[in-house]
């Protein structure tokens, strides 16, 4: 029995010492579990996320962001390139490396800005003139200058139409941003120039009919006759805004950061009461042509009708003969000094 106990007993003691030392491991083994989720997945997501890459239609500026590293620019990505080493908690900002556009219109499915968006600048003779149109640009895409442009404008917001605030690399509404606050005032004035210097009817052929003038009446444009074209002054208006674009861009933005400038001209309208009156112009012009058709007409008939005439008084034979042509079919007797009738018809 003695002996039983004994080894009861060593039993159990061994067995206590057993669980003793296996709490200090388990202890370990959590905290050391917890530390690899604490730091070692932020260290394995920060060393993964060192890497970056572009696509075929987007170039790419890389600033320093570690936590004891400064913020100036590391390195520039070109675009369509393959997955490279930008180290750790680096910033990427993505600018489009294609051609860009902005557009201006009437049709609020189509503008870049919210709602109906034309520019309304007076013509030369103080007409209000609604000028529609798409700006093609494309960013330039040098290092050094897309560098610059990253300094200058890619580390502060802009206001978008909608009052919120993006940075310029934040997708389209970051860009659509920078360029509805930056881009959009040097095309307004360089349209107002532009336009300003031409009279409403050198570029809408319509103004000519409802402008003011202390002249006497213009004489009525002839039926059939051809407006005059405008063609040639909207392309001088797109030739000097495309000049002056280029130019004032670069002065505005401080750096020649745009290239490839062309402004395409869509659409010139007119304010909606003068556009009233050049339509009611031309509907009573439409009237005063029909009226000269009729006149036209009756003077040629009045003539043919005197020339029939005359040649009835030099040949009356002939006068009876087209009265016989004229009568109806089925007379057998013709006596015109009946008083009781002149016509009598077969049975």
């Not at 180290?87 to 990427?92: A, D, P």
């Not at 200058?145 to 580390?155: A, H, L, S, W």
């Not at 034979?317 to 109806?328: F, M, N, V, W």
Request: charged residues 20%; contains cysteine; proline residues 4%.
């Amino acid at each position: 029995m003695a002996n039983k106990e004994s080894s009861g007993k060593n039993r159990s003691g061994a067995g206590s010492r057993l669980s003793g030392l296996s709490r200090p491991r388990r202890r370990t083994a959590v905290i050391t579990a917890v530390l690899l989720v604490v730091v070692g997945w932020p260290v394995l997501s920060a060393l993964f996320g060192g890497f970056e890459r572009t696509t075929g239609g987007e170039i790419a500026v890389v600033r320093n962001g570690g936590f004891f590293d400064n913020n100036k620019i590391r390195q520039v990505i070109d675009p369509g390139s393959g997955r490279v080493w930008i180290g750790l908690y680096s910033q990427v900002h993505k600018y489009p490396a294609q051609q860009r556009f902005y557009t201006i219109t009437s049709d609020a499915r189509k503008g870049d800005e919210t709602g109906v968006d034309v520019v309304t600048v007076p013509s030369s003779d103080g007409v209000n003139m609604g000028i529609e149109g798409t700006l093609y640009f494309t960013l330039n895409q040098d290092h050094s200058v897309i560098r610059e442009f990253d300094d200058k404008y890619g580390t502060r917001k802009f206001r978008s139409a909608g009052g919120e605030m993006y940075n310029v690399y934040d997708g389209d509404k970051g860009w659509s941003a920078f360029l509805d606050q930056i881009v959009r005032p040097v095309i307004d004035n360089d349209l107002r120039s532009q336009i300003n210097s031409f009279r409403c009817a050198e570029l809408v052929s319509s103004c000519a009919l409802v402008q003011n003038s202390s002249a006497q009446p213009r004489p009525v444009q002839p039926v059939g006759a051809k407006a005059q074209s405008n063609n040639a002054n909207i392309a001088k208006v797109q030739n000097a805004i495309n000049t002056s674009l280029a130019a004032d861009l670069e002065q505005t933005l401080g750096g020649k950061f745009v290239t490839n400038i062309h402004f395409n001209l869509v659409r010139i309208t007119l304010p909606e009461k003068v556009q009233d009156a050049v339509d009611r112009a031309q509907a009573a012009f439409a009237q005063v042509s029909e009226a000269q058709a009729k006149v036209a007409t009756a003077k040629a008939e009045a003539a043919a009708n005197k020339a029939r005439q005359d040649g009835y008084n030099k040949c009356p034979t002939c006068a009876k003969i087209e009265e016989l042509k004229a009568l109806p079919q089925g007379i057998t007797v013709y006596a015109p000094g009946n008083p009781n009738g002149s016509l009598l018809r077969g049975q």
